[in-house]
């Protein structure tokens, strides 16, 4: 079992450009969420992602969209970034039951210059 | 507002030491409260998990305690050694993924 994968695993991008993070979530689970961590911060929570629909949303502007796809996986698109998106982008996946078991991936850092 | 609170903010011991992590949560309805350790860069990877009705949980060197009247938890590690130098991150939750409350965490490094 691979477990949650993320890619890439670093990105660097300017001030206006888009970038699109990907996550496979561990084999049987079938939600998704999204967490911003900023350095030294805990993580903040972006969206859940749940039969290809967004379940839950945080406290994130609309720039910060996604999507799930049948398999299950999961893809977060940031537009018009800002210096301040500039974090560690971590996908987690749930299993059906208890939904709140969460395994994480290893993260993206994205850095916005 | 839920909020959880992680004492100290940063730790150095030497090898082999103990040490305790503080977390006090106001967080509700309350389901469970975890404990993850996050290597710098990476993602956060559970050591434990307790429910209302547990009161202490251990995974190798790791022991959690919860007291759930005091809102309270704390993360013993016993006999440290280097590779515990990480971050720990108490989360609790009120039940669905979407609910999970993180603490800023205690940054630990433990020395030779």
């Known amino acids: 079992d691979a477990g949650v994968t993320q890619s890439p695993t670093h990105l660097i991008k300017t001030r206006g450009q888009q970038v699109t993070l990907r996550c496979s979530p561990k084999s049987g689970h079938d939600t998704v969420s999204w967490y911003q961590q900023a350095l030294g911060q805990g993580p903040q929570f972006i969206f859940q992602y749940y039969e290809e629909e967004e379940r839950q949303r945080g406290n994130f502007p609309d720039r910060f969209s996604g999507h799930q796809f049948p398999n299950y996986s999961s893809e977060l698109n940031v537009n018009a970034l800002l210096l301040g998106d500039s974090a560690l982008y971590l996908c987690?996946?749930?299993?059906?039951?208890?939904?709140?078991?969460?395994?994480f991936g290893p993260g993206t850092r994205l850095t916005v210059l | 507002k839920n909020q959880v609170e992680q004492s100290p903010q940063s730790l150095i011991i030497l090898e082999g030491k103990n040490c305790t992590l503080q977390c006090n949560y106001t967080v509700s309805p309350f389901s469970n409260l975890r404990w993850y350790k996050q290597d710098t860069g990476r993602g956060p990877v559970s050591l434990t998990i307790m429910t209302f009705s547990e009161n202490t949980k251990s995974n190798g060197r790791y022991t959690a305690t919860l007291d759930a009247d005091t809102k309270q938890s704390s993360l013993h590690i016993t006999a440290s050694q280097l590779s515990d130098s990480a971050s720990y991150i108490c989360v609790v939750s009120t039940g669905t993924a979407s609910k999970l409350t993180f603490g800023t965490g205690t940054r630990l490094q433990v020395t030779l």
């Open positions: 987690a996946s749930s299993s059906p039951w208890p939904t709140d078991t969460q395994y």
